[in-house]
């Protein structure tokens, strides 16, 4: 039974060899979709166009201006001690946010007395204002115990301590579910189309003639493609670090366990896939619908699933990537161990077993 399963085996690779359409799906998109979405997907708002009223004068609200600007989010294109100077500003668009520093913000500042700042927004683009006003609201408590934008006299504003991303960056966030998307739609689409691909060409016919069970040809068509999509999906995660700086805290040992987990689940479900198609665009078509649309809306990669409603929510269960991405950013982001995301892993093992179960039944009725 091994034997069989492993001359299978050997000729899906020879096979990928030559054909490197699918060589290229394997190895090269994962890795080209990461640079692309990595750069393109980001929740960080950069380059904000900022003005300032000073109707103080002093050094302490220069420190304010200091302060904005230290911070690397925003760019000063105005600046002046009229806030009537803002409307146009804001009309224009030449502004997004304004600072207004009120007299005597200095000499309340050393008295430690109650002291405000004004914080102006363009809500246009209510997203972006929200992500505006959370820089804002960050930079204005670091500059001083009593400087805040509201509330008591002397009140101490406590400074944020963000624990796992301490910049707040989206790229963090992001990337872990970006490498689940990937993973699972190109190792769908693939092993859709390989499979597919021969009933085509008509050699699944020839596969029917020798002693093979089901079980012998899934194992050796899945075997190649989990090897490969373990490959592209490491160097994608290596890069993942090397170009966004999102680190690997936990065990490369369980976090290698997990990954050739979710990709056996989506090879399983490409296999079923390939088992309801009989041409490639059927097979391409299907893959894509079925992996790229419930990975990328269902399995909290940008949607909070804890927002959506009750009914979507159940829906998510039957999402694979629901289960891997919350075991991903567990290892990947707070370095935890099984005892933390034991059940995601088993969420995963649940999944796949079904999935495999059906597409060997359907393989075994075709054979």
Do not use: C
């Amino acid at each position: 039974m091994l034997r069989r399963t492993l001359a299978i085996a050997l000729k899906e690779l020879l096979q990928l060899r030559r054909d490197p359409r699918t060589a290229f799906t394997l190895l090269a998109m994962p890795v080209l979709l990461l640079f692309i979405y990595g750069y393109a997907l980001s929740f960080d708002v950069q380059h904000i166009r900022l003005a300032v009223v000073d109707e103080d004068g002093s050094r302490a609200a220069r420190d304010v201006t200091d302060a904005f600007l230290r911070s690397g989010y925003f760019d000063l294109v105005g600046y002046g001690h009229d806030a009537r100077a803002l409307d146009p500003m804001f009309a224009s668009g030449a502004a997004q946010a304004a600072v207004v520093v009120p007299p005597r913000y200095g000499d309340d500042l050393a008295a430690r007395r109650h002291t405000q700042l004004q914080f102006v927004l363009d809500g246009s683009d209510s997203q972006t204002a929200t992500t505006i006003l959370a820089y804002a609201r960050q930079i204005v408590a670091s500059l001083s115990p009593v400087a805040r934008t509201g509330g008591g006299e002397g009140a101490v504003v406590g400074l944020p301590l963000v624990w796992y991303n301490p910049d707040l960056a989206s790229a963090r966030f992001l990337v872990p579910g970006l490498l689940a998307f990937i993973m699972m739609v190109t190792a769908v689409i693939a092993t859709a189309l390989a499979i597919v691909r021969e009933k085509e060409r008509g050699t699944m016919e020839s596969l029917r003639a020798t002693p093979l069970v089901a079980i012998e040809l899934l194992a050796g068509k899945t075997l190649p493609y989990l090897l490969v999509s373990f490959v592209a999906a490491s160097t994608s995660l290596a890069l993942a670090n090397l170009l966004f700086q999102v680190p690997v805290r936990g065990s490369l040992l369980w976090l290698a366990l997990v990954m050739l987990l979710f990709l056996a689940v989506s090879l399983g479900w490409g296999i079923f896939i390939s088992t309801l198609a009989e041409t490639q665009q059927v097979a391409f078509q299907l893959g894509l619908l079925s992996s790229m649309l419930p990975t990328l809306l269902l399995s909290g990669f940008i949607f909070p699933i804890s927002s959506m409603p009750p009914a979507l929510q159940v829906i998510t269960h039957i999402v694979p990537a629901r289960y891997f991405l919350v075991a991903l950013r567990e290892i990947v982001l707070k370095g935890a161990g099984p005892e933390v995301w034991w059940n995601q892993a088993l969420g995963l093992v649940a999944y796949g077993t079904v999935v495999l179960g059906l597409a060997t039944v359907r393989t075994v009725r075709s054979l």
